[in-house]
């Protein structure tokens, strides 16, 4: 972009924001504040800081490439490098993030170390020498009290800085040492962890708030003071050699599974949306959605919703996302007819529903990876059901809200096309782009074969050859501008040209997702080459267009190119400041969980607080993930709820007969971490989009938290009926639950809106709401019709395999011992193998059982078995056998869900279409 298209580009943002609410600098303030850090320092300093971030982002590429090991150089293990990506996150977090200084901060910024120096003291085993912790402390305590300036980074501070980077570095100079002496650290390792763990708090409430510190330090009390905690949840508390060892030495507290997903793969992510903004791509999706949408009712709000769900693709923070795409779309929104706090709520919904947008999903859905163990390309496919009709469910809301006010959209320059002609333009370019997708892939096929090691240099010299062609057509129509929202709208652009204008932007983000999902490459390795190729991109578009437009000077063409490239790679390390130090310090409390063996006992206090019921368990834990999120970021909720609460819902789950697959529960949690950010009166994105729009915040947020109930409800939904996670669900199958759950939300939203074909009367409401729960849960009222289960005693356990077809499930119900050796009633899921009889389809399953004074035990369980998979272990009592029943479909459900449904639409017409007057 050349320096006259930047100055252009940046007085349209000035008046885009400050038409409404804070100024663009203001704006950039708050990003900056919550995301990349608010510090302003002078030229030097500013620089270093630059030339940190960009040093950071190039040491990720390096480990995530396959040059270290071609080379047989530059190759770290996974200690090791999570060891150098948290003192980069360390070193920056003081250097860009300046500490707030409200009573309240400096309390905890005092406070937190002082009652941690005294910890560390109290857990010290007799002849450890400690003297030293409370300099430690102090020292802190003196930098924090000294003073954190805006304009530049103080002596202390640096000292704080390079002392958070040098005890994290401490694993990698110390690698080997530490290797030779695991569970007995000595005094360095006692220093390091100590000044590590005070620093790393520090760092969290400067770069995210006091919430996830103060939880953090809830959990380190914890695991010192177990003995003189309440008895349901009281351990026999662990002294400091062990706390050392656990938390900084190894990997099981804050250089855990957390940092390592943070270091592997979303660092990458990251990366590749801030190089792909840079490049353009954000006002790219911003012009085409308005294109297609801003001529329908309520158009710019559609618009807006539509592009933060692209921009959600690529983007992580709902904050950055209210900001970016909100400075345009909520003043277009407010012109047509919306209040400022409908249109900041419409922002808000949409821009915060990016986090579940795969195949970022902010960071969640790596960390789903490891924690539920499954590959990544099935994250993605349980995630993409819920997130698209979630959107589409938005957008009808939009639609909703535009027919209650009778707004129109805004003019658009062409005449549109008849239905029919439209159905088969869309047919033809449906058919076009399969065509194109069978043909890539099986060219790509036919390439690996032929060409063996240099099929790489193909790929890649075919990718340019098609990246140069989009970029030739995108030159043919006129460079995409920075509307201004707020200047009269004579006409929208045409979405011919604005989709042509910048197709090139659209060739990466098909790079990632192949490799992803048809290659089944690593995330890491995907993001890597999306990256690398946004890295060749910036640094030719600007020549190539230079040249296809005929405009000369490839010298500055070229220069830009570079600066883009500069300024995305810093903003790239810059975003992952927050994040790296987020899943950091969510270590320390997943440390904590499993060194203490807190689970457990969560287990037993949820269990009693919600009497055993599924449902209250899944309430509270929505609730804890509410409140946890009004301070922590997505991510560190997640981490925080996910290894607190999501075993527990598993097994409390089994225990009242509900089998809760681990990827639905840890769904369930992060949608509820995201909503969060909605919610008053903490919810930042609502007060970022009020910020933007001059509305109230908490009415911004309210409205926003009404819009989101959809996302709200479905959580609830997928964790009892599966099938919209698209779990043991064929194609066939899955697209008919997509149309069923598509239409259900569309009911949903229209009875929680009071709006259907018009307003609804509470009867309708009502009625609507049992037609949408019909549509998402038939099973419901067919379990209710036809019981799902045959109970048969286990005394005929071997008729009932006899009697199951191979590939169905036998349920168990059966008496054993928890892990903590407590009596525990559960359900077991068996699946049915292949047999000629009974007693074969039971050894096939891996049971043994006995019958011992009337009652069937389980003698003995294969190891690895299906039975054993399931949970099963020997010396289980059998108490009762399910068998599945000969049931009729669930979908007949959706037979009289119909006929009301119908009887809705004829009542509403009656009342929206005024009866003709008669004689």
């Known amino acids: 972009m050349s320096d006259d298209k930047q100055f252009e580009a940046a007085a349209v943002e000035q008046a885009a924001a400050g038409h409404a609410g804070l100024s663009q600098s203001e704006l950039d303030e708050l990003v900056a504040s919550s995301d990349t850090g608010g510090r302003s320092p002078s030229a030097p300093i500013a620089r270093l800081i630059m030339v940190t971030a960009i040093v950071w982002s190039l040491f990720q590429l390096w480990i995530a490439s396959p040059i270290p090991f071609m080379i047989g150089f530059g190759v770290f293990n996974d200690t090791e490098a999570r060891s150098i990506h948290l003192a980069f996150a360390l070193f920056l977090a003081y250097a860009a993030y300046p500490a707030a200084r409200t009573p309240v901060q400096l309390a905890l910024a005092v406070g937190v170390p002082a009652l941690l120096s005294v910890l560390f003291m109290y857990g010290a085993k007799e002849g450890t020498s400690v003297w030293w912790v409370p300099l430690v402390g102090l020292g802190v305590i003196a930098a924090i009290l000294l003073g954190s300036p805006k304009d530049r980074v103080p002596p202390w501070e640096w000292a704080l800085a390079i002392a958070g980077a040098v005890s994290s570095l401490y694993l990698y100079f110390a690698y080997d040492a530490i290797a030779q002496r695991v569970g007995a650290p000595i005094l360095p390792d006692f220093v390091i962890a100590v000044i590590g763990l005070l620093i790393l708090l520090e760092a969290t409430r400067r770069a995210l708030g006091p919430a996830l510190m103060i939880v953090s330090t809830v959990f380190l009390v914890y695991t010192f003071l177990g003995p003189l905690m309440p008895s349901i949840i ?370 037993d206090v949820v269990e009693v607080l919600s009497g055993g019921n599924i449902m209250a368990i899944l309430l509270l834990t929505a609730i804890l993930s509410l409140i946890l999120g009004m301070g922590l970021p997505t991510t560190a909720n997640y981490i925080v709820v996910s290894a607190l609460l999501a075993p527990v819902i598993v097994t409390l789950g089994q225990q009242n007969g509900l089998i809760v697959p681990l990827i639905a529960v840890h769904l369930f949690v992060f949608y509820f971490g995201i909503m969060a950010d909605v919610t008053p009166p903490v919810g930042l994105a609502s007060f970022a989009a009020a910020a933007v729009s001059g509305g109230d915040p908490i009415r911004t947020g309210v409205v926003a938290f009404f819009y989101s109930l959809r996302t709200a409800a479905l959580p609830f939904l997928f964790i009892f009926n599966t099938d919209l996670l698209l779990i043991n669900v064929g194609w066939v199958q899955g697209i008919f639950v997509f149309i069923t759950a598509t239409i259900a939300m569309l009911l949903f939203a229209a009875a929680t809106q009071g709006w259907f074909l018009t307003r609804n009367r509470f009867y309708e409401t009502i009625a609507l709401l049992l037609v949408a729960f019909t549509f998402f849960r038939p099973g419901f009222w067919m379990d209710m019709v036809v019981p799902p289960f045959e109970t048969l005693p286990p005394a005929q356990l071997e008729q009932a395999m006899e009697g199951t077809e191979a590939g169905n499930d036998l349920r168990l119900t059966v008496n054993g011992l928890n892990s903590v050796g407590d009596p525990v009633t559960f359900t077991a899921l068996v699946p049915v193998p292949e047999g000629e009889t009974g007693a074969d389809k039971l050894l096939a399953s891996g049971i043994e059982a006995v019958e011992r004074d009337g009652k069937v035990i389980i003698d003995n369980v294969a190891f690895d078995s299906p039975a054993q998979k399931a949970g099963l272990d020997w010396d289980q009592e059998i108490v009762e056998v399910l068998a599945p029943s000969a049931q009729p479909s669930k979908y007949l459900m959706y037979l009289p869900a119909l006929l009301l449904l119908a009887g809705i639409i004829m009542l509403q017409r009656r009342r929206a279409t005024p009866l003709p007057a008669t004689a």
């Open 234 to 603: 009281a351990h026999k508390g662990n002294n400091l050699s062990e706390v050392v060892n656990h938390q900084w030495i190894t990997t099981e507290g804050v250089f855990g599974i957390a940092l390592g997903v943070s270091t592997s793969f979303v660092f990458l992510f990251v990366l590749f949306g801030s190089l792909l903004d840079k490049a353009g791509a954000g006002n790219y999706f911003i012009q085409v959605a308005f294109s297609l949408m801003g001529h329908m009712r309520g158009g710019p709000a559609k618009a807006a919703v539509v592009s933060s769900a692209m921009t959600g693709l690529i983007s992580g923070s709902s904050i950055a996302n209210v900001v970016t795409t909100g400075t345009f779309t909520i003043p277009l929104m407010k012109r047509v007819g919306f209040s400022a706090e409908k249109a900041g709520a419409v922002e808000v919904a949409s821009s915060v529903n990016g986090q579940i947008m795969p195949p970022v999903m902010g960071a969640a859905a790596f960390l789903m990876v490891e924690y539920v163990g499954i590959p990544y390309f099935d994250v993605v496919k349980h995630a993409f059901v819920p997130a698209v009709i979630s959107y589409i469910a938005l957008v009808y809301i939009v639609h909703l809200e535009a027919m209650k006010a009778n707004m129109q959209g805004l003019p658009r320059a062409y005449e549109p096309k008849p239905l029919v002609a439209w159905l088969i333009s869309l047919a033809f370019t449906i058919a076009a782009i399969c065509a194109l997708s069978f043909a890539v892939y099986f060219t790509m096929g036919w390439i690996r074969p032929v060409f063996g090691a240099a099929a790489g240099y193909v790929i890649f010299g075919m990718l340019s050859v098609v990246y140069v062609g989009l970029l030739y057509i995108s030159c043919r129509e006129e460079r995409l501008k920075l509307e201004d929202p707020n200047a009269p709208v004579s006409k929208l652009p045409l979405p011919g040209p604005t989709i042509r204008a910048g197709l090139h932007f659209l060739l990466p983000v098909v790079v990632l997702v192949w490799a992803l999902m048809v290659d089944r490459l690593s995330p890491g390795l995907s993001a890597f080459w999306a990256a690398s190729f946004m890295i060749f991109i910036l640094l030719t578009q600007r020549p190539i267009e230079a040249i296809f437009r005929g405009e000369g000077n490839l010298g500055g063409a070229l220069r830009n190119g570079v600066r883009e490239l500069i300024e995305g790679l810093e903003a790239g390390a810059r975003n992952m400041i927050g994040i790296g130090i987020a899943t950091a310090t969510a270590g320390i409390i997943v440390g904590a969980v499993s060194q203490t063996g807190v689970g457990s006992a969560l287990a």
